[in-house]
């Protein structure tokens, strides 16, 4: 890890989606910077529970003594069990500061005949997730002084099409559309409410290609700079947006994807 801050002390952060990937990541670096971090996950316990061995191991380490680390096991689909699960934090530590949303499948959903069943349910974790998060959460920010931040999770998938992936670009580009109007509604209540964007990131949602390398390079010659992300490198943006450093963004997605939201095939001036 790089050299870094202490910029979340005494701040409490819930990651959706934090026991792997990219949001185990995200936990790791705010743990770092000071954060008492809770960890939802879904049916996979072992992982959770490794994740919050090492935020327990970071915070120490880092000399921020114990940390009220905690996880909590909640379909992020259903509201019920996202608002009892936020409730209950909100209730053991006082306070909330920071929301990431970061929960988030994907299948095939081909536009000329996809299985209703899978294309629901990736909506309902990406968009209804987030929104059922973000409604807890901002209930909490605008009852105290100060307000509060949430981090979304989106994709290059946001602007970028994905054929044969149509739920999961419908959810990515809505998410977006979430992340600017809840920016909106709430910019002048002390909320921030900002996307990430990642791109081609070495996490277990691509060992379709992450771990064999001929795929790995097809992958990765579509991308500009010519690699996939470590999570830690996107972790470190999502930090950024929850600090103050980002006190005066809102509504934005900020792209993490080495360039393909550059278009690379235009690199080639081939269309004039």
Not at 39 to 57: C, G, M, Q
Not at 114 to 122: E, L
Not at 170 to 181: A, D, E, F, P, W
Request: charge should be negative; hydrophobic fraction near 40%; proline fraction near 3%.
């Amino acid at each position: 890890m790089t050299e870094i801050a202490n910029r979340f002390l005494n701040k409490f952060a819930v990651i959706t989606g934090g026991s792997r990937g990219i949001g185990r990541a995200i936990a790791e670096r705010l743990a770092a910077e000071g954060a008492t971090v809770s960890i939802n996950h879904y049916h996979d316990k072992a992982e959770a529970e490794a994740t919050l061995a090492s935020l327990a191991r970071i915070s120490d380490a880092r000399g921020h003594g114990t940390k009220a680390h905690c996880g909590w096991d909640a379909d992020v689909a259903q509201r019920d069990e996202v608002h009892a699960g936020m409730e209950a934090l909100i209730a053991r530590w006082g306070q909330l500061d920071i929301l990431i949303n970061n929960a988030g499948i994907q299948s095939e959903t081909p536009g000329d005949g996809f299985d209703a069943d899978a294309f629901q349910r990736i909506v309902a974790v990406n968009i209804m997730g987030a929104a059922y998060a973000s409604e807890k959460a901002i209930a909490h920010f605008l009852g105290r002084p100060g307000g509060g931040v949430i981090v979304n999770t989106t994709s290059v998938h946001e602007i970028i099409p994905k054929p044969d992936f149509l739920a999961y670009s419908v959810s990515k580009g809505g998410l977006g559309n979430m992340t600017r109007t809840l920016a909106l509604e709430f910019a002048d209540r002390g909320i921030r409410v900002n996307a990430v964007g990642p791109g081609a990131v070495l996490t277990s949602m691509n060992d379709a290609w992450r771990n064999d390398p001929k795929a790995k390079h097809g992958v990765e010659s579509h991308i500009p700079m010519r690699r996939a992300a470590d999570p830690e490198e996107i972790a470190s943006v999502f930090a950024f947006l929850a600090s103050d450093d980002a006190k005066y963004i809102t509504g934005q997605t900020l792209y993490a994807c080495g360039g393909l939201t550059l278009y690379g095939d235009f690199k080639a001036n081939w269309s004039s």
